[in-house]
T-cell receptor
Framework: GENVEQHPSTLSVQEGDSAVIKCTYSDSASNYFPWYKQELGKRPQLIIDIRSNVGEKKDQRIAVTLNKTAKHFSLHITETQPEDSAVYFC???????????FGDGTTLTVKP | DVKVTQSSRYLVKRTGEKVFLECVQDMDHENMFWYRQDPGLGLRLIYFSYDVKMKEKGDIPEGYSVSREKKERFSLILESASTNQTSMYLCASSLSGVWGGMNTEAFFGQGTRLTVV
């Protein structure tokens, strides 16, 4: 089955700096790669996603890149703000009815 | 707005009790999932269902069973609760890509924090 590794497990940055979180996956059939943000005490919510036919996608301060050959994808957050502090999860989904395999999560702390 | 609702936010049960966690979604999604979230272990899939009465084991199904009698409802059952099942349980739903569509994001419930004493 699919295996997703996520790094780093914790990340601390200064407000205004950039943050990068990386994930690798094992199943070359995976075709959809969402990123979720989970604030303390709340449910995970989608912040950005990318499909396997696209190499990069951007939404304001957030971007995701995908390298299918190397089987890794990354989340980039620019101009970080304290409200970006949360746990971020990557996921990879193949053809099996949308079953998501999640990374273990990255706890991002943005210091004011 | 998609809504996934879990029946309880907090539960405290005794060892050996049979426990039911209920999840309802209102967007006609084919897929429904039960995850367990523990610190440092991310989101681990217990069971998922891609249609009524259909179910597949996830990564950690031992000690759990599920029921999906109606499309909108997916129940997680702990046959005999144990202390190592103390955790946060998250339900999710999504549209299915298996019938020729595209896989899409999962929408999560608010979570049930279960404590087994």
């Amino acid at each position: 089955g699919e295996n997703v590794e996520q790094h780093p497990s914790t990340l601390s940055v200064q407000e205004g700096d950039s943050a990068v979180i990386k994930c690798t996956y094992s199943d070359s059939a995976s075709n959809y790669f969402p990123w979720y943000k989970q604030e303390l005490g709340k449910r995970p919510q989608l912040i950005i996603d990318i499909r396997s036919n696209v190499g990069e996608k951007k939404d304001q301060r957030i971007a995701v890149t995908l390298n299918k050959t190397a089987k890794h994808f990354s989340l980039h957050i620019t101009e970080t703000q304290p409200e970006d502090s949360a746990v971020y999860f990557c996921a990879a989904i193949g053809t099996n009815a949308g079953k998501s395999t999640f990374g273990d999560g990255t706890t991002l702390t943005v210091k004011p | 707005d998609v809504k996934v609702t879990q029946s309880s936010r907090y539960l405290v049960k005794r060892t050996g009790e049979k426990v039911f966690l209920e999840c309802v979604q209102d967007m006609d999604h084919e897929n429904m999932f039960w995850y367990r979230q523990d610190p440092g272990l991310g989101l681990r899939l217990i069971y998922f269902s891609y249609d009524v009465k259909m179910k597949e084991k996830g990564d950690i199904p031992e000690g759990y069973s599920v029921s999906r009698e109606k499309k909108e409802r997916f129940s997680l059952i702990l046959e005999s609760a144990s202390t190592n099942q103390t955790s946060m349980y998250l339900c999710a739903s999504s549209l299915s890509g298996v019938w020729g569509g595209m896989n899409t994001e999962a929408f999560f419930g608010q979570g049930t924090r279960l404590t087994v004493v």
